[in-house]
Structure formats: C-alpha cells, structure tokens
C-alpha cells in the first residue's frame, strides 16, 4: 500500500477541505493518506516515511502560508528524491487581467515558493495543479 502525505497550509479553510478530499481519494485508491496541517507539523512529519507528497497552499495577499513555505524549505532535498506536487489555490488565477496573470506569475517565483530545484519542481506542479484545483475535484 502506498503511503502519501499532503502537508496543506490554510488560512480560511479552504485549502483544508481541498486537501481532505484529495487524502479521501487517494484512500479511495487504496493508498494510505496523511492530511497534516503545516503549522502542526513536528520532526516527525517526514517526506521519507512516505512513497509521494503533495503541498498545498493558498495566496493571501500575494504569500503563502509561512509554515508551508518552513516545511517544504527544510525537507526540499527529500522532496526532490520523490515524487511530489504542488497545489497552489487563489483567486487570481480565473482572472484575465493582464495584471492579475502577473500577479500569478510573480507568486510562483521562487522567492515566493522555498529554495533550490525543490522550488523550481512545485512550482512546475503549480502551474499544472492550479487550474484544476480552481474547478470541482
Ligand atoms: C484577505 C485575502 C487576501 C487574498 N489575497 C489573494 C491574493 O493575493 N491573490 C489571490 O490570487 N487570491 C487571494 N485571495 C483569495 C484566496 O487565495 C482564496 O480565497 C483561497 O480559497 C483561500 O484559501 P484558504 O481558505 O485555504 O486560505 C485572498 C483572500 C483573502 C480573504
């Protein structure tokens, strides 16, 4: 049985009910599923106790949650040995403003996302990952 962790951070709860559902299916999928907030993760939250990983996140005024950005900066290198991916849920992104798109592009910097080629994979995911999560799982 596969193990998959999803570290989330929410402000709102909105980020929380999107990374439910996704540990409800993967559960569905006969996977084993561990739905952490990130601002309640210990030492013993580690991405090598499990086979894949999913972050998730939501923008508030430009940032993501800081203890997401802490969890995913200090275990990038065991991020990168395995797979994982990056759900990046906001606003901005149904907009056609040519503002709004910057806005986008500029969270998904690697100043706003943590270090290293950690940062450049989830933000990649991101890219592919917020569109769906903008529309019903
Ligand atoms: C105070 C506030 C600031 C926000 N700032 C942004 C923003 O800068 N860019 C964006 O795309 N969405 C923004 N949003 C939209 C949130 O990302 C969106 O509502 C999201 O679903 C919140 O998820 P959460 O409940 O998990 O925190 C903002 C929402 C609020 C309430």
């Known amino acids: 049985m596969s193990r998959i962790l999803i570290v989330y951070g929410t402000t709102d709860g909105h980020t929380r009910k999107i990374a439910e559902a996704l540990g409800e299916t993967f559960r569905q999928e006969e996977c084993r599923a561990d739905v952490i907030d990130a601002s309640e993760t210990g030492p013993h939250v580690r991405p090598a106790d499990y086979d894949g990983v999913v972050v998730a996140a939501s923008v508030h005024l430009g940032h993501y949650q ?18 994982s991916a990056f759900v990046s849920v906001c606003l901005a992104i149904l907009e056609k403003r040519r503002e709004a798109r ?36």
């Open 102 to 137: 910057q806005e986008v592009q500029k969270i998904m910097r690697p100043s706003s996302i943590p270090t290293g080629a950690a940062s450049a994979r989830l933000r990649e995911r991101s890219r592919i990952t917020s569109r769906p999560a903008a529309t019903p799982l």
């Open 66 to 83: 800081r203890a997401v950005e802490r969890w995913v900066r200090s275990h990038g290198e065991a991020l990168n040995r395995r797979p």
